[in-house]
């Protein structure tokens, strides 16, 4: 692990061989980096560039300064370094992630997709394969993005991928106001286990396509199933919006006012799962 080397690499570049030192560097930098220390990491950047400039433009090094660059949002900056190691896969990989970055969607596409050509059975071509369907879903062009969605969960790589597959395919169902198809996967995914943060978003997307059609009490019983001791406090606020209504606060009697602080539809909800998924 880049965690517990970090000692090892800043004994080296205080030592007396000269010629390890830029290495060490690099190495202490993607340490620190992933120890989640990003401005640390990029004073390693910032030492290298300077200080041996030379390895700036060296092939072997490019993806992880392109990486230190990218950590710290200088999508730009990270492009300089991924685009002069085109032949690796994975630097091709985020220089697609910083162009959708930068809003040059044209240009995110095309690295996927030479990804998917190239190194068609790698773990970056699956990758590349979700990341393009992402480019499409954040450009609004939700049927191309459902048609690459599409294909991945039909080729069954592995069950991770199938959920991610899925639950996209369900947003681009919402986004194109398909509520029955959406909530069909959402159920499916639902009675899946998955890991918490895709699990909040499926159970929010849920509970928000089943408010757009009016079947308030289906959104009460998914949210019940949890205990109250257990639940979120965002779903608490949801049973309490559904109940509202129902027409049914804690209370037990109608509440009109109640009932249009919440929004009829759900939208108006303050609290979303905190997720990297974009729903």
Request: charged share 25%.
């Amino acid at each position: 692990m880049y965690s517990q080397a970090a000692p090892y690499f800043a004994a080296v570049t205080e030592g007396k061989t000269k010629a390890l030192v830029p290495e060490a560097i690099i190495g202490l930098a993607l340490a620190t980096l992933s120890m989640g220390d990003i401005e640390k990491a990029y004073q390693h950047f910032r030492e290298i560039s300077a200080l041996y400039p030379a390895y700036k433009t060296h092939p072997r090094y490019m993806l992880p300064l392109g990486l230190i660059q990218w950590e710290v949002r200088k999508y730009q900056g990270a492009l300089d370094y991924l685009l002069r190691d085109d032949r690796n896969p994975a630097s091709r990989y985020f220089s697609g992630l910083c162009y959708r970055e930068l809003k040059m969607f044209p240009e995110a596409s095309g690295a996927f997709r030479r990804i998917t050509q190239e190194f068609p059975e790698s773990v970056w071509a699956d990758r590349a394969r979700f990341e393009l369907g992402e480019t499409f879903y954040l450009q609004g062009d939700y049927l191309l993005a459902s048609q690459t969605f599409g294909d991945i969960f039909r080729s069954h790589r592995t069950k991770q991928w199938d959920y991610l597959s899925l639950y996209r395919l369900a947003c681009c169902d919402v986004r194109m106001k398909k509520y029955s198809s959406a909530e069909e996967r959402l159920w499916t995914l639902n009675q899946s286990k998955l890991d918490p943060a895709l699990a909040a978003n499926v159970n929010y997307l849920l509970t928000e396509s089943l408010a757009t059609q009016d079947k308030i009490s289906k959104i009460v019983g998914i949210l019940e199933q949890v205990p109250a001791r257990k639940r979120t406090p965002e779903n608490n606020y949801r049973i309490i919006w559904a109940r509202a209504a129902q027409g049914i606060p804690e209370s037990g009697e109608a509440s009109q006012p109640v009932l249009e602080r919440a929004g009829r539809s759900g939208t108006n909800a303050p609290h979303a799962p905190a997720s990297g998924l974009r729903l």
